[in-house]
């Protein structure tokens, strides 16, 4: 491990910023793999006003049902990650808009949808909890609806609902 941390060292110079940011960001992912996935109660709301509600399982269309929870608040209010980890994805889908996806500890994917805008933030970045990464909003299917941001988490590619694992006041 300490020669391939030497080599790692001595190459690093010698490669675009943009191959050393994706290179770091995979060394990161990898140490993330080996943490433990989030656990009930653990995790800080990616919101400060803290109106949980679990929406997990709710009917939408088409025949889903929701993978996630709702947590409503003001248009542009500040979105924080819940969890230390590498930025996977800043962009957007159908379903969930302008959306961020945080991995974290265990590889767990961190979903935050339907955001306004997006912080200063980009694919493999390192954030850490309590991060800003976007603003609530209401972009994708949720155009038109109360301003909130849907907030996911995904665990070997199946959706858990994050609603046990937040904190309560």
Known sequence: MLALLFIFDKLL???SQQTQSFVVAKWQQLSLLQQELPTENSLPSPLP?????????????????????DIFAPRNT????TTQGVV????????GGRVVVVVGPGGAGHYYAH?????????NDWVNQGDVI????DSGNAKGT???????????????????LLQKD
């Open 13 to 15: 110079p010698s490669i």
């Open 49 to 69: 006003e803290r109106n949980l509600t679990d929406t997990w399982g709710a009917a939408r269309s088409q025949g889903r049902s929701h993978e996630g929870i």
């Open 78 to 81: 500040p979105v924080q990650s």
């Open 88 to 95: 996977s994805k800043v962009g957007e889908n159908t379903l």
């Open 115 to 123: 955001l306004e805008d997006y912080a200063d933030i980009s694919p």
């Open 134 to 137: 976007g603003y609530v909003g």
């Open 146 to 164: 109360p301003t909130h941001v849907h907030y996911g988490i995904y665990i070997n590619g199946s959706a858990v609902n994050p609603y046990p």
